[in-house]
């Protein structure tokens, strides 16, 4: 496994859109434990491909250190509800902000062997999964944020 270096706000690859994976093979594989590695070692609990300079539809996601999901191609199929909480970024360091996102959602993507599967999220897994598939789409939480500021605001 290898650290690889995380893009930060201002690198173009982050506005980018990305493209679907094609093949799910030992390659991809590499390198969603690498972007794994990565996450774990930056105290992140997801990670999308561009924010590691690859601009192709996956993510990882580990918000309890205990599941950690491997996302091909995402796609949300429903979302419920509506929550505002402070969010961070392992692409935008020391910025924090207040982002409004469903409270429940599903989604559908493939896993690392190419198997289809559907997971319901609520939570700061929905939360993480909303702000990774925002960075397939070129989007980062600070575009949509508000009452951004630098370092995570004290609980009241
Ligand atoms: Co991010």
New binding site residues.
């Given amino acids: 496994m290898a650290l690889l270096e995380i893009k930060k706000a201002g690198d173009p690859v982050l506005k980018k859109i990305c493209a679907p994976v094609e093949k799910i093979d030992k390659r991809l594989r590499k390198f969603l434990d690498d972007m794994a590695e990565t996450m774990y070692a930056n105290e992140g609990v997801?990670i999308?491909a561009p924010?590691v300079g690859e601009s192709i539809r996956v993510c990882v996601v580990d918000v309890d250190k205990k599941n950690r999901y491997d996302l091909i191609n995402p796609v949300i199929t429903f979302r419920e509800g509506s929550v505002i909480d402070n969010e961070g970024?392992?692409?935008c360091p020391d910025l924090f902000g207040d982002v409004e996102r469903a409270e429940k959602i599903r989604v559908e993507y493939k896993n690392r062997f190419g198997k289809k599967k559907t997971l319901d999220a609520e939570g700061l897994l929905a939360r993480c999964i909303q702000?990774?598939l925002d960075?397939l789409d070129g989007q980062?939480?600070i575009d949509i944020a508000q009452n951004i500021t630098k370092g995570r605001k004290k609980e009241n």
């Fill in positions: 997801g999308a924010q970024c392992l692409s702000h990774e960075h980062l939480f």
